[in-house]
């Protein structure tokens, strides 16, 4: 069958199980489905025990994986679980591969293979091979690759590239992150390759610096989890375009899982096996944590290895796993629990998103060129139009004086319109319109508080004498209520009085007719009273004023 086939609908991380070829594999335990995608484990129970007791130990276990590797060759493994994440790196996406089990299942030899045997070579050597054989194939875009390789040794990061000539001294080793969650290590030294020779030699210094010891199973076992990672950054030849891709992917060999009472490790060996187990328990549980929809929190800052593969589980790459196993009786145990974990991992999810930039230079040079045309475009435009003294140049401080005067000709009436030739120019007359409307503002205010102040002190002080302050007759010929006494007084300038209507000025007209009117009649009124009747007759001033009504009275209704 073919390679398992990342898709955008069902975008996940990729598991598949391989044995390690041995001689006792434990075939009437261990068995496949046809189809090589489904582990299935019989487990009979201990015949031994006593009769009378109930035994609910379990027997069966089954596990659907996407492939099942059973005796495979490293070719056969290369192709069908990391040809594709390689290809997808050449494209601007992210990558992890990365390989999980217990001690003496195979994971070095699936990621690197035996170093004295190159057909035998493992993951990480092909997938260089791979990624400068597409250097050489894109003739048509300039490739830049670099080379990284961190140990995580006792949850301490350690540079495996620290060691080659050109080397510079450089702090412990630390994980930052950015706005955008994108991890990255610190102080960790990143090397140009030009070629696969130089790749294969960044990769075989650092393996010789990696930790390893040996013990009761597995005489080279590595003693910390080891991250190779590739980056590739691709611009276009051919094209003008500011675009371009970065891109890495990593090639995890993770250390495996021991069982102390199997290892017999003691001293350092035993130390080491602790921080191991360790850090692949808080990576169970982050893997746990991604499965599971509803939790919120994934606890990666719980270890320096979770935190490092941060953007491979459960992030923005593609993501394959290969679960190792030991197929052997006295493995079992460990076999179930790594194929349990591999179930697990199917149930990640993964956003895969392809890694495009824009380089900030090339953009200037584009935008420059985009204006260039612009102009020339306007320049044309202009000339057709007979416009040819038109300029698109930035304002100078003698064409700002000339917009001036002109929106002051339009305000004094000078003018009947501003003639809009560009944008600049619209923008300034506004600009200018503005800062007289402010100048107004500032003016009407300044006048207020110069009237208003005077008026203030002499209230004051007329409240220091004991005076009231003196109270305008109302003007009853208006129409409406007068103001409070808590409004302020001032003298507003000429400008800001609104002109009269037509209809206002004709009403106040027929109202002062009125008053006239009304004032002459009272005075012919008081005229006749007086010439009629002795004024003297009247005891009082109230007697008086009651006879002058019933007259006036008498003379409204005639």
């Known amino acids: 069958t073919g390679s398992v086939m990342f898709t955008s609908t069902n975008r996940r991380v990729r598991v598949a199980v391989r044995t390690r070829q041995s001689a006792n594999f434990a075939h009437e335990v261990i068995t496949f489905d046809e189809n090589q995608k489904t582990v299935n484990i019989h487990l009979p129970k201990n015949s031994d025990q006593l009769q009378g007791y109930v035994n609910n130990q379990q027997q069966d276990w089954s596990y659907p994986l996407d492939r099942v590797f059973h005796n495979a060759s490293q070719e056969s493994i290369y192709e069908h679980c990391a040809r594709e994440v390689t290809s997808k790196l050449m494209e601007g996406f992210n990558g992890t591969i990365f390989a999980y089990g217990e001690t003496g299942a195979g994971k070095t030899y699936t990621m690197m293979g035996p170093r ?59 994980i930052s992150e950015d706005d955008q969650g ?14 696969e020779e130089e790749a294969l030699s960044m990769l075989f210094e650092g393996e010789t610096n990696r930790s390893i010891q040996e013990h009761a199973l597995n005489k080279l076992s590595s003693r910390s989890h080891c991250i190779f990672t590739v980056y590739v950054e691709s611009r276009s030849r051919t094209s003008s375009n500011a675009n371009y891709t970065l891109s890495k992917l990593n090639l995890v060999d993770l250390a495996g899982s021991e069982r102390l009472s199997k290892t017999n490790s003691v001293g350092t060996i035993l130390k080491e096996a602790m921080y191991i187990n360790k850090s692949l328990s808080f990576l169970e549980q982050v893997i746990i944590a991604l499965a599971d929809k509803k939790r919120d929190y994934i606890p990666y800052r719980q270890s320096k290895l979770t935190h490092v593969l941060k953007d491979s589980l459960g992030g923005n790459c593609y993501t394959y796993m290969i679960a190792n196993i030991w197929g052997e009786v006295e493995q079992i145990e460990e076999t179930i629990s790594t194929l349990r974990f591999a179930a697990r991992m199917m149930c990640v999810a993964n956003d895969p998103v392809q890694n495009v930039f824009q380089d900030p230079i090339l953009l200037l040079k584009q935008y420059e060129e985009e204006i260039k045309t612009l102009k020339q475009e306007l320049a044309m435009h202009d000339t057709l139009a007979h416009r040819s003294s038109v300029s698109y ?16 000709q339009y305000i004094d009436g000078a003018i009947p319109e501003i003639e809009i030739v560009t944008v600049r120019q619209v923008k300034e007359v506004i600009s200018q319109f503005k800062q007289m409307f402010h100048a107004l503002q500032t003016e009407k205010q300044q006048s207020m508080e110069s009237v208003s102040k005077p008026l203030s002190s002499d209230v004051k002080q007329s409240h220091a004498k004991g005076k009231q302050p003196p109270v305008e007759k109302e003007d ?23 002109p009269a209507s037509p209809m206002i000025a004709m009403w106040k007209a027929r109202n002062s007719r009125k008053k006239n009117a009304s004032e002459t009649r009272n005075k012919q009124v008081c005229k006749h009273v007086t010439q009629a009747i002795n ?21 409204m209704t005639r």
């Open 476 to 498: 009853t010929s208006l129409v409406g209520d007068t103001d409070g006494t808590g409004f302020g007084v001032g003298i507003a300038p000429s400008i800001s009085k609104h």
């Open 182 to 195: 994108n991890v990255t290590v610190k102080g960790l030294s990143v090397r140009i390759a030009n070629n």
């Open 393 to 408: 140049e930035p304002l100078d401080e003698v064409k700002i004086q000339a917009i001036q005067r002109q929106v002051q």
């Open 535 to 555: 004024v003297s007759s009247f005891t009082d001033l109230s007697s008086w004023h009651h006879h002058l009504m019933k007259w006036r009275l008498k003379s």
């Open 116 to 174: 004295d045997n190159y057909r035998l070579r493992g993951i990480i050597p092909r997938a260089i091979s791979q990624v400068f054989q597409s250097v050489h194939d894109r003739q048509e875009s300039s490739i830049v690759v670099w080379i990284s390789y961190v140990e995580i040794y006792n949850e301490v990061l350690n540079d495996l590239l620290a060691t080659l000539p050109d080397s510079e001294p450089s702090p412990a080793l630390t």
